[in-house]
């Protein structure tokens, strides 16, 4: 289990780049699956079948993560990146990244001016990603763009981790454990559905995959399988972020104040008692911030009910993410009983 969660938050990954994902999902699924297919947009789509006249049901993961892209290389050899995601600035300052050029990955850190020569004023000043640059050890803009082109993903390096308590941490938490999820759900569901387990690509950028599959499977229902922000730490208020690591998925009741999702209430029951079934502690989340995929697939053809099922994770759009993987047990869990209800 956890040598696939390793896997899984190791591979690089960012949108519009979801390649190596897809590869380690068809591998996964080979031979626990009646189909498995990718779509036009880089969606893989995996089913079991059932019975003909059960429901349909989508369980969709995004396989993207937050990252960077090359945009241009000065005469030195320095690289300037744009941001592709959701990314504060603030952590991006000295990160270890992975520029995946043509002939495989290079290893670059994200420079600065030094402490010792800013002024006093310019010390606390939050730097501007536009002031960073990758440093790649090249001296001229020929030698870099031997191994780096314009338009390159750029991946943060950070190492996965198991810490005590059942926590991980990882570069890719979000939403490489939704992507684990759906796999086990997909290999140990038992039902008279018929599930597809969706592998969606650039949602960090737009909800995109989950619009276009969500199109083509035309579900009855849908779950989006994600993270959700954990408040259980210092810097934020209960009341802001009130899911806590080791106590559950959170069911999410509404997210981006309704603008999101507000959950279909059948999908909301069918959750909840799923959850009480199985003997698994859940949480109910109304979140002002953030969105899912299930935002995009709600919305498609005539509407779909839909839900998000997320397990609450610290420093979400970050590299060091922490989860606890008996959340993530306990989703899957849930997620079987729900299943199996049919
Ligand atoms: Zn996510």
Do not use: C
Not at 39 to 51: E, S, V
Not at 64 to 74: F, K, N, Q, S, T
Not at 249 to 258: C, F, H, M, N, R
Not at 295 to 309: D, Q
Request: no cysteine; proline share 4%.
């Amino acid at each position: 289990m956890m040598e696939l969660m390793k896997k899984l938050s190791d591979v690089p990954g960012v949108s519009g780049f979801e390649e190596r994902v897809v590869e380690l999902i068809q591998n996964e699924l080979e031979g626990h699956v009646d189909e498995m297919e990718t779509d036009r947009l880089g969606n893989i789509i995996a089913f079991k079948k059932g019975k003909s006249d059960a429901p349909k049901i989508m369980l969709a993961a995004h396989m993207d993560e937050i990252g960077l892209m090359v945009r241009h290389v000065d005469k030195k050899g320095f690289i300037k990146f744009s941001k592709i995601g959701g990314i504060n600035d603030q952590m991006l300052l000295n990160q270890t990244v992975f520029i995946h050029g043509k002939n495989g990955p290079v290893f670059g850190v994200i420079g600065s001016k030094p402490p010792h020569r800013m002024k006093a004023a310019e010390r606390k000043k939050i730097l501007e990603y536009e002031d960073m640059f990758i440093d790649i050890g090249t001296f001229s803009d020929k030698e870099t763009l031997e191994m780096v082109g314009i338009g390159d993903p750029i991946t943060f390096h950070h190492e996965f981790v198991e810490l005590p308590n059942n926590l991980i941490t990882g570069k890719a938490l979000d939403n490489r454990i939704g992507v684990f999820i759906m796999l086990e759900v997909m290999k140990r569901v038992k039902t008279d559905a018929n599930v597809y387990g969706v592998g969606t690509v650039q949602e960090e950028v737009g909800l995109k995959g989950a619009k276009t599959s969500a199109f083509k499977i035309n579900p009855d229902f849908a779950l989006a399988l994600d993270v959700t922000i954990a408040g259980d730490h210092p810097g934020i208020k209960e009341d802001e972020a009130p899911a806590k690591i080791n106590e559950g998925p959170a069911i999410i009741l509404t997210d981006a104040s309704g603008r999101g999702i507000i959950t279909h209430s059948s999908i909301k029951e069918w959750l909840i008692s799923a959850a009480e079934h199985s003997d698994v502690p859940y949480q109910l989340e109304v979140s002002e911030g953030g969105t899912t995929d299930a935002t995009a697939i709600h919305l498609t053809r005539e509407g779909i009910p839909s839900g998000v099922l997320s397990v609450p994770t610290r420093y979400i759009h970050t590299t060091v993410s922490v989860a606890s993987i008996q959340d993530i047990e306990h989703t899957i869990e849930l997620l079987v009983t729900a299943l199996e209800s049919f």
